[in-house]
């Protein structure tokens, strides 16, 4: 079955501590999302990679670094310079876009963080 | 810049009642999109919406876009237990060459008395 997988599916940081969380994908798609969501609240872009080696800042990207050096993975860090990483973080992916339509985001489970 | 507000933020109903999540642009939309997230869970595809006054059903769900594409709905015919969750209208301020940089509501939250 293709899909997204995220893991840790919990996760505690330390005061200072950087924490990667991972996104993998087995759907072949090009574009790969991390967003960020607050209890009762919606989603919010951290970072979005398009393709392979490239990708770019969200609306909510300080404190959190990206790469993505294949296709299939596109793992975040939750670096000590974000104050307040207690969040439910969910990656997503797309395939490429059409002419002038948007395409569906295909996500993953997700990941809890909290600060210890 | 581009304002979307999603409506009720809340909705608790009986079950078998109808209920509708509405989301309101102050500019006009290139399309729309819907999700639906249960409680724990992470978002799922509903339905995309492209056309103006655009009508689209899946079995006790209708989706409607305005005319002037400003607005959507999402409208629940006889909601169930299994309605329960979160749903979200989601739109694209622009189009990328590999991907759509989404922008989400708020979010209804749907919960039903049985």
């Known amino acids: 079955d293709g899909g997204i997988t995220q893991s840790p599916k919990y996760l505690f940081r330390k005061e200072g501590q950087n924490v990667t969380l991972s996104c993998e994908q087995n759907?072949?798609?090009?574009?790969m999302y991390w967003y960020r969501q607050d209890p009762g609240q919606g989603l919010r872009l951290i970072y979005y990679?398009?393709?392979?080696?490239?990708?770019q800042k969200g609306d909510i990207a300080e404190g959190y670094s990206v790469s993505r050096e294949k296709k299939e993975s596109f793992p975040l860090t939750v670096t000590s310079a974000q104050k307040n990483p207690t969040a439910f973080y969910l990656c997503?992916?797309?395939?490429?876009?059409?002419?002038?339509?948007?395409?569906?985001?295909?996500f993953g489970d997700g990941t809890r963080l909290s600060i210890l | 810049g581009q304002q979307v507000m999603q409506i009720p933020q809340y909705q608790h109903v009986q079950e078998g009642e109808d209920f509708t999540t509405y989301c309101n642009s102050s500019?006009?939309?290139?399309?729309i999109q819907w999700y639906k997230q249960r409680p724990g869970g992470h978002p799922v595809f509903l339905i995309q919406l492209v056309k103006s006054g655009e009508v689209k059903k899946q079995k006790r769900l209708t989706f409607q876009f305005g005319e002037a594409k400003k607005n959507s709905s999402l409208h629940i015919t006889a909601t169930q237990t299994t309605d329960v969750g979160t749903y979200f209208c989601a739109w694209s301020p622009y189009l990328l060459e590999y991907g759509n940089k989404l922008v989400f509501g708020a979010g209804t939250i749907l919960r039903v008395k049985s």
């Open positions: 990679s398009q393709i392979v080696n490239d990708f």
């Open positions: 500019t006009t939309l290139s399309n």
């Open positions: 759907l072949n798609h090009d574009a």
């Open positions: 997503a992916s797309s395939i490429r876009q059409g002419a002038r339509m948007d395409q569906p985001q295909h």
